[in-house]
């Protein structure tokens, strides 16, 4: 039987943090064979400042040779040195619509999206992390600037949450097939009474006191665990998880992290 080509979409803003994005996702990549797309949007009210016709048509015109130029250098940068191709595409208008319609043509399998520094109450610019979390059902990953998945490096697997209950899907069993054991899950609460997971394989478990800082001792613990990549349950999560908000888990947590496909079976 033919293994799935997995498909992973990135969606970027072109700001600093897409280097460290796109060398998480070439890494992803080669670990799953995955093909990869790199996506961005810009409204033309960053674009077009004149009120003239001509003149924003001409701004137009030299803003999408910058954008094409700018795009074509970052993703050649980091193909000649992962040896991953990378697709591009790029348009100008709303933001959220260009994203929802691409991302119903590119029909992902994961979509990769950049951490960025927050404000007090958003995830990103525009809430466009949260916006992603609420229109698409498929894996999520978020990098980390401070984390970078490399290549060369085994993959280390943290769980988050109660890891009795995850996926069997071909995503996380092609992930578990790649990590290092044992794993690790990573639980605030009472340990888990069910220990069976996907890989057969008992994981070493870190149970973290509930209270008000439990999120946050479990991103320090988890920043020195030497974990490459977390793993939420998102499917779990806001219905029976014990953890806080998702976006809080991607506020603190300074190692990318995999949200699983939303519609996923439970094993």
Known sequence: ???????????????????????????????????????????????????????????????????????????ETVSNAYDVKIDSSFSFGNIKSELEKYIRKSNPDIIVLGKRKPGPLKISDDNITEFILKTFKGSILITSDKKVLEPDTPLSLGLLDDYSEYPTMALEEALMAKTMTPLKAFKIGKKSENQDLISNDKPVEFVFEQNANSIKNLANYLSISNVNLAFLNRRKTGEHSKYNKISELIRRIDVPILLSNEQAKMA
């Open 1 to 75: 039987m033919k293994e799935k080509k997995f498909k992973i979409l990135v969606l970027s803003d072109l700001k600093k943090s897409t280097i460290s994005t796109l060398k998480s996702t070439a890494s992803l990549a080669k670990m799953l064979d995955a093909k990869v797309e790199f996506f961005h949007v810009k409204k033309p009210t960053e674009i077009i400042k004149q009120e003239n016709e001509f003149a924003a048509r001409r701004t137009l015109v030299k803003q999408h040779v910058s954008t094409a130029k700018k795009i074509k250098e970052l993703l």
